[in-house]
């Protein structure tokens, strides 16, 4: 019998449901248009922008153009591109244009859907920001939908990594920039680093279209994004650490495998102490527990972390002799980025690698602290639904989920529940036997690096061809995903979430065709293009016969998010195709969060060996756990978020007085209300407010004046004058201070004075600002160990934190004050001095330069090759320290014979 709810949504349809029905008339409006808008010549479709941002500047609403906006970049795509979006990628658009999340399933053409809201809100002329996942990504869809902004008459601009400034600036200040969040976060980090308005590079935050927007605002967001700057070596502390921590043994320390989380035990502590007193790290009189000992806590506590919690091939490679971190979400490698707090130096000394030295904060923001500084976010992906409530709470963003163009002709199959994991692999390696033989296309998703290895070597024992996309092999990604529809091809995949290239059965005719001009450049590229349609033709009528796609999973993710990515791969655009799950009770989620019931009841049916169970109850026990996982680690974020918000304050306080400050023509007036502020604290302290003369301390006073003010003024006669009180002694420093500074300003000359004081004061609060990231880094390590004395922990951080403010405020206007008044033009004598100096470095450089040029000429490669000796250093010549050692190792020279 169906519940009420049932029968209700059967009537009326769901919240969902009804929402996308009350788009139809506006997607009606936007087809009616179509015939206006196809007779109008290439040059019309420009002019129609250039009236519609008329409109826009004239006051016109963005909902009330939507419609021939709409139409306009319809008619542009189809001309620049030949494809017509489909309705259901109108009304997409409708709801991101709205500040939504438009879920819409693998292959529905998400990439072209992203022009039209970002068509629209940039008729406003203000910034528009496509984010995409990766850096292939923004190239490509940059190059591919750029053409359908150049027939609107509209500029594109890419973002990437170790871009000119020159180049970056130019691709911000087109209409629709295309950047991932990494570099949106950076530039935005960089820019309030800088200290003129003509370096900035973007030019504020107005619209953003989220790409994989579950990957981006909820996978990547426990990581804050850093700026940091290198602080002192301590190689051999990690190193003489880490030779300790083999030692350790399992009563030494307790693992939790669902909170990530390991800790020493008392006897572990007592342990490392005995061997930390040893090693003379701790000196004998100094216990663990003492103050003096929290840095050798710490980092022998990172030390365990490293080697119980960090496995080699899964959350990192070692690649040229540097550790690689694994983005455990996508599989992919993050050159660059490192773990903080000293525990990717543990990991290096754990490998045995150069371990490079830690570093110190400059600048950091969170990816949602940074989301939500657009005035409208929008977002789209094939799976956002089972996160919904995030979305909502932390960035207001509705989910909808959009309908497919044509219905869904997917098989999902129960998962398939083996005892042991061996049993499940034969299961695997069966499934994919009888997928092969009869020429179905095989996607089998992995967790890790070290399973899909293990998986291509069961594979390569029964003689199946197969292809492993993972880190190791992320340069050929496009190549390996577009054949992974040919008849019969067996891939394996490490996640399969922002691809970007669509699984198309029967292969992908334009990689082909690249593939073959590529091979045989004298081609004609019509007569290679007419052979592979008709294979592809052949190969597709192959694959549909064989049942379509065939996604296989070899264990469930903790997000079920990721499950459905993988599933979303297969019955693309109505194609048909099947999906499965395969898992064992040895596999991680099962071990750590499946009920022991299910053993129970896989014991009590007595399976014979090799035998899966298959039943819908399973599937069920196993979402409500991960949604169990999906609901803590939303906990945790919610948590960093509460925290940070607190900086974000802070940093939007700081970033903005730094913009001001940039924009000001002159901030004579900023400066002189810190001194006159630096001087009402100065009387406060010294002449106490209500207080009688004699209990003034104007000598204090005096001396506090010269060192903040440089000025010496009589305040103990000053004091001592009939009628003098406090308010009349602070008139008086104001007038004089102001004066020595005015004085000051003639002697520099005051536009070189003007730009001394803005320099100095961006300089200072810079400094000023690193000095309260990493004091509140500090605080909030330190503030979880309030709940014990039942404080709230995030109320603790917040009043803290605003007095630290407080005081990196005071300490800004004292500084700055004081450093001004410090500052005079230099003597002649120090000119000339400085004069000389400058001539005898360029003599010697001179110098240096002609020996150069005297000395024998270095050996030619021929004359190299000709002595060389592999076994022989003495012949090597002088090779370059990131050059291939020449012994052959394949290691660089550095890390090799020309170690230090």
Not at 270 to 290: A, C, K, N, V
Not at 775 to 780: D, K, P, S, V
Request: net charge negative.
């Amino acid at each position: 019998m169906l519940g009420f709810g049932k029968i209700a949504k059967k009537v009326f349809g769901t919240t969902n449901d009804r929402k996308v029905k009350a788009t139809q008339p506006v997607v009606e409006k936007i087809n009616a248009l179509e015939p206006e808008f196809a007779a109008l010549s290439d040059e019309g479709l420009i002019a129609k922008t250039e009236e519609l941002k008329k409109r826009v500047a004239e006051g016109a609403s963005l909902d009330d153009v939507l419609p021939e906006a709409f139409a306009n970049c319809r008619e542009a795509a189809k001309r620049a591109l030949g494809l017509r979006a489909f309705d259901v990628q109108l009304i997409g658009g409708i709801f991101m244009h709205q500040g939504n999340i438009a879920e819409m399933k693998t292959g529905e053409g998400k990439t072209l859907v992203a022009t039209f809201p970002a068509y629209l809100n940039a008729l406003t002329g203000k910034s528009v920001h496509i984010v995409t996942v990766n850096d292939y990504l923004v190239r490509r869809d940059a190059e591919w939908m750029g053409k359908v902004f150049a027939h609107l008459g509209m500029t594109t601009g890419a973002v990437y990594p170790q871009q000119g400034e020159e180049e970056k600036r130019a691709a911000y200040q087109a209409d629709i920039t295309y950047a991932t969040n990494n570099e949106l976060g950076f530039d935005y980090l960089r820019d309030n680093m800088k200290s003129s308005l003509s370096d900035l590079s973007q030019r504020g935050h107005y619209f953003a279209i989220v790409d994989e927007v579950d990957s981006i605002l909820i996978d990547e967001a426990r990581t804050p994004l850093i700026i940091s700057g290198p602080s002192q070596d301590r190689s051999e502390l990690y190193r003489t650490i880490d030779m300790l921590i083999p030692e350790v043994r399992n009563e030494h320390f307790t693992l939790d495998e669902k909170t990530r989380n390991v800790t020493y035990t008392d006897e572990g502590n007592e342990f490392l102490e005995q061997r930390l007193h040893e090693s003379g790290l701790l000196p004998d009189d100094q216990t663990l527990y003492d103050p003096e000992s929290t840095t050798i806590v710490h980092h022998v506590n990172q030390g365990l972390r490293a080697h119980k919690l960090f496995t080699r091939d899964k959350d990192y490679i070692v690649r040229d002799g540097e550790v690689v971190l694994i983005d455990e979400f996508t599989g992919r490698m993050m050159p660059g980025r490192r773990l903080s707090e000293g525990l990717h130096q543990a990991i290096e000394a754990k490998e045995g690698v150069a371990i490079q030295p830690e570093n110190v904060t400059l600048a950091s923001v969170t990816f949602q602290n940074y989301f939500r500084l657009y005035d409208k976010l929008a977002g789209m992906t094939g799976t956002a639904a089972t996160e919904a409530e995030e979305f909502g709470e932390i960035y207001g963003l509705g989910v909808i989920e959009i309908p497919t163009n044509r219905p869904i002709a997917r098989v999902d199959e129960d998962d398939q529940i083996y005892r042991t994991a061996r049993e499940k692999f034969e299961g695997i390696v069966k499934a994919i036997k009888e997928a092969h033989a009869k020429g179905q296309p095989v996607l089998v998703g992995t967790t890790s690096i070290e399973r899909s290895e293990f998986l291509s070597e069961l594979l390569k024992k029964d003689g199946i061809p197969h292809n492993v996309l993972n880190a190791r092999q992320h340069e050929k990604e496009a190549q390996i995903v577009a054949d992974a529809g040919i008849p019969g091809a067996v891939t394996i995949a490490t996640n399969m979430a922002g691809r970007g290239t669509d699984i198309q059965l029967g292969g992908n005719v334009e990689m082909r065709v690249m593939a073959a001009l590529a091979e045989d450049p004298e081609a004609h590229p019509d007569e290679i293009r007419a052979r592979i349609e008709a294979e592809h033709k052949d190969d597709k009528e192959k694959v549909l016969a064989a049942g379509g796609l065939f996604v296989l999973g070899t264990e469930r993710h903790e997000s079920r998010r990721i499950d459905n990515q993988l599933r979303g791969r297969s019955g693309r655009q109505g194609d048909p195709g099947r999906s499965a799950f395969f898992l064992s009770l040895e596999d991680d989620l099962m071990r750590i969060f499946g009920s022991e019931r299910l053993d129970k009841v896989l014991s009590t049916l007595g399976m014979a060996e090799g035998e899966a169970i298959k039943h819908p109850w399973v599937n069920k026990s196993l979402e409500r756990a991960q949604a169990k996982v999906e609901g803590r680690n939303f906990d945790i974020r919610k948590q960093l978020l509460k925290l940070d918000d607190v900086l974000n304050d802070q940093r939007k306080a700081i970033f903005g007085q730094r913009r001001e400050i940039m924009e000001a023509e002159e901030v004579e007036e900023v400066v002189q209300d810190m001194r006159h502020q630096v001087i009402d604290d100065l009387v406060d302290t010294y002449i106490p407010p209500k207080s009688y003369a004699d209990q003034w301390d104007t000598e204090g006073l005096k001396s506090a004046v010269e060192k903040s003010l440089g000025i010496s003024v009589p305040v103990v006669e000053w004091a001592d004058e009939e009628g003098v009180d406090d308010a009349e002694i602070r008139e008086r420093l104001y007038e004089k201070s102001d004066a020595f500074m005015d004085a000051k300003a003639q002697q520099f000359g005051v536009e070189n004075m003007r730009s001394i004081e803005k320099q100095l004061l961006l300089q200072t609060i810079d400094a000023k600002w690193r000095e309260h990231i990493l004091t509140l880094e500090h605080l909030r390590s330190v503030v979880g160990f309030r709940a014990y004395a039942q404080r709230d922990p995030v109320n603790e951080y917040k009043t803290e934190g605003f007095q630290l403010f407080d005081s990196l405020l005071n300490g800004l206007r004292g500084e700055v004050t004081e450093k001004l008044a410090q500052i005079r033009p230099m003597t002649e004598e120090e000119q000339q001095a400085l004069m000389q100096q400058m001539l005898a470095q360029q003599q010697a450089a001179a110098a240096a330069a002609a020996a150069a040029a005297s000395s024998p000429p270095a050996p030619t490669a021929e004359a190299i090759d000709a002595g060389f000796d592999e076994s022989d250093p003495s012949t090597w010549g002088n090779p370059g320290r990131n050059d291939p050692c020449p012994c052959g190792s394949g290691k660089k020279f550095k890390h090799c014979h020309g170690a230090l």
